[in-house]
């Protein structure tokens, strides 16, 4: 048996994705032919509606216990309190890693989340089958992250067309321009550029300067992923063409969490704060 780190040490230049992917292989055998019991709430007003009514930069705000790049990063918290606190602040979506191996989070923790807030949530996994779309949305998610990094077109394709017959919004992940033309012909309503690249970590705000004029003129939303730490990093991408932000890890650290949140709450209009 080869192992990954063998592969790793070798030239075959294995990244962290690829790692990520294997190990999802091994959980999606354990969850095909399972049903997934849903749980029970209020509708709640989708994503696309609550940017439609906004003149700020849209919040989606990360329930985030520690990663592969970052190590732990607040592995005590308590994902429902730290969801009402985000939606009390004005979060228009919350996002929930659920993936348990590199990440340290579980479909639980969306549950509870989903058990406390009126928020969209937005079930951040590694999307490769649609029995994870299944179980996402008996857990209450309303949005599905799919990396185009990690997907063929035709699963791309697939994926994409499940979630939205299953009333699913679908957030398109993307890094650089090739990903980008692969997502656009999805023509998706909402697209994001993440600012890390998952193959080597590597965090670069410019990533969604280059990327966002491939989008502009058209109506999707366009979110910045990744990297966040200060109101000049929101204003920066705002000014590039960003009417929504996803952050973690500033939050899950956030010493002031209110104050940090509002100061990334710029107007969406260019040049003003
Ligand atoms: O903690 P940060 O740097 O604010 O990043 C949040 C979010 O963008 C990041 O968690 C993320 C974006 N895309 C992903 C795909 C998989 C796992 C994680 C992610």
Redesign the pocket.
Known sequence: MITVKKFRAGCLKLTILDEIIAKKKDEIKTLTGQTFQPVAYEPVPTFQSLVAASSQMNIIA?I?RS?PSRGAINTTVDPADQAKRYEALGAKAISV?TDQAF?NGSIEDLIQVRKTVRLPILC?D?MIDPVQIDRAKAAGANII?L?VAALSDAQLAELYQYAVENDLEVLV?VHDEEEMERALRLEPEIIGI?N?N?KTFEVNLATTERLASMVRGMKTILIS????KQQGDVIRVRNAGANAV?????FMRAENLEETFKSFQVSLFQNIN
Do not use: C, D, P, Q
């Open positions: 990360e985030k990663s890693l990440f951040k590694f992250l990396i992940e993440n890390r998952l992923e990744s990297g966040m996803l952050v973690g890890e500033t």
